[in-house]
């Protein structure tokens, strides 16, 4: 069955240190993957996108890599603050149907 | 510019009532979606139109109906609630080459 799943549920860092988030996927073969933040209260927020021909993609402090061999994307956020505690959710897109989602990691930063 | 803009934010309901959840964006996106997020669901595809006339199911579609007369509009029906509908549904517009603009949701609970 397909499946897409971020490693864990919750994680919490010290403010400063790099915070990497994963998103493992079985049986798709996603053309895209993408990252959003959702902070309590309001709706997901896009991030970055990455395309299955790209190994890595970078935005300010925030960086996505893409293993199409693994099924596996990274996300990591250097010099973390905590502003930028949240979830953050990766979600693929399978080819011609709509994005799937994973059920995010709440990310914690601890001052 | 208010993107996407979800109405009403909050609504409590009574088993067996219906109700029409709206949905308005002013990008004039072509693909328009339908989610509900569920406590340690992550967020499920209830519906989805690809442009103004269309609709599609997604992968949660029981119990819901939707329309999309307009561009601009993408409407969420229940014609008979159910405890199990008790959500937060979120709406979201985008393009055929994503990423998706969420609104900031509709806060639902059923008696």
């Known amino acids: 069955s397909q499946k897409i799943e971020q490693n864990s549920e919750a994680l919490n860092i010290q403010e400063g240190k790099t915070a990497t988030l994963t998103c493992n996927y079985t049986?798709?073969?996603?053309?895209?993957l993408q990252w959003y933040r959702q902070d309590p209260g309001r709706g997901p927020v896009f991030l970055l996108l990455?395309?299955?021909?790209?190994k890595e993609k970078r935005k300010e402090r925030l960086k996505v890599t893409f293993d199409t061999t693994l099924k596996q994307s990274l996300f990591h956020i250097t010099a973390s603050q905590p502003a930028d505690s949240a979830t953050y959710l990766c979600a693929l897109d399978p080819r011609n149907t709509p994005l799937v989602f994973g059920k995010g990691t709440r990310l914690s930063v601890i001052a | 510019n208010a993107g996407v803009t979800q109405t009403p934010k909050f609504r409590v309901l009574k088993t067996g009532q219906s109700m029409t959840l709206l949905c308005a964006q002013d990008m004039n996106h072509e693909y328009m979606y339908w989610y509900r997020q569920d406590p340690g669901m992550g967020l499920r595809l209830i519906h989805y139109?690809?442009?103004?006339?269309?609709?599609a199911k997604g992968e949660v579609p029981d119990g819901y109906n939707v329309s999309r007369l307009k561009k601009q509009n993408f409407l969420l029906g229940l014609e008979s609630a159910a405890p199990s509908q008790t959500s937060v549904y979120f709406c979201a517009s985008g393009t055929g080459d994503r990423p998706q603009h969420f609104g900031d949701g509709t806060r639902l609970s059923i008696l």
């Open positions: 990455i395309r299955e021909n790209e």
């Open positions: 049986n798709y073969s996603p053309a895209y």
């Open positions: 139109s690809v442009g103004e006339g269309t609709t």
